[in-house]
């Protein structure tokens, strides 16, 4: 989870920005802010997120959505929920080789879709100090577009991306019970896909882990970003004085 986020503001004086709706205008901010998103403005945002942190009804965050994907500000998966703000790195552009070498981790996350198509364009024209393995990467990202796109936009571009209506996910992230037995393979399976660890096995510590995270409340796409985030933590990755990493489930 990042601590802040930087919002130019030319925000409020762009004519993109002047011509949305009130809603429009603030769940944009949300999106340039939120605790869920990244330094390459990609990362996986369902309705849910968005209605429980802006405390708005869902049909509310879903129109809001729908505003914002037809004036190109942001592009969204369907099937997954990743989203890309389109124009992040014009405004937040890498500021050393190392930001640059954590982003293409950030990117290497992503599942493939649309949203990841359009951020290695994004990134191809505003990103600084890449790295010519990250370049070649970028550059062989499939331009995956989804079947209920419209025609006039199978092909994905910047200039303007569109997606089906957003799926309503409900009020409250709460949505899945928190005793589910399947819930425990899936965020262990993540992990061991996220952190390399193939061979791991779901132990009884683990799994223990796993349904104590859950009975506090947490959903299983929480546990996920968690997961998420702690992959792209230096400290954790084993950027730290004993150069050790700490990345296990525990």
Known sequence: MREYAKVYTAFWADP?????????RMLA?????????????????????????LQWASERV????????????????????????????KWNQFENP???????????????GIAKSLCAQAILKFGTYLS??????LETVPETVSETLS??????SL?????????????????????????????FEHWQRVMNHPQAKLDDKRRKCIQAALKLGYTPEQLRTAVD????????MGHNDRGERYDDLT
Request: net charge neutral; with cysteine; charged share 25%.
């Open 229 to 236: 985030g702690c992959s792209v933590t230096p400290h954790n």
């Open 98 to 112: 190392n930001v640059a070498k954590n982003a293409a981790k950030v990117f290497d996350l992503a599942p493939q």
């Open 132 to 137: 010519e393995a990250f370049r070649k990467a």
């Open 29 to 53: 901010l949300y999106l340039l802010t939120c605790p869920h998103g990244n330094l390459i403005g990609l990362f996986r945002l369902p309705d849910a997120y968005a209605a429980d942190d």
């Open 151 to 156: 025609e006039p936009y199978r092909k994905p």
């Open 62 to 89: 879903s129109k809001g959505f729908q505003e914002l994907f037809e004036k190109g500000f942001c592009a969204r998966d369907e099937g997954s929920a990743w989203l890309v703000i389109l124009k992040y790195l």
């Open 16 to 24: 993109s920005t002047r011509s949305m709706s009130e809603d429009a």
């Open 159 to 187: 200039a303007k991306p569109s997606l089906a209506k957003p799926e309503p996910l409900g009020l409250t992230p709460f949505v899945e019970p928190p005793s589910r037995p399947d819930s425990v393979g899936e965020i």
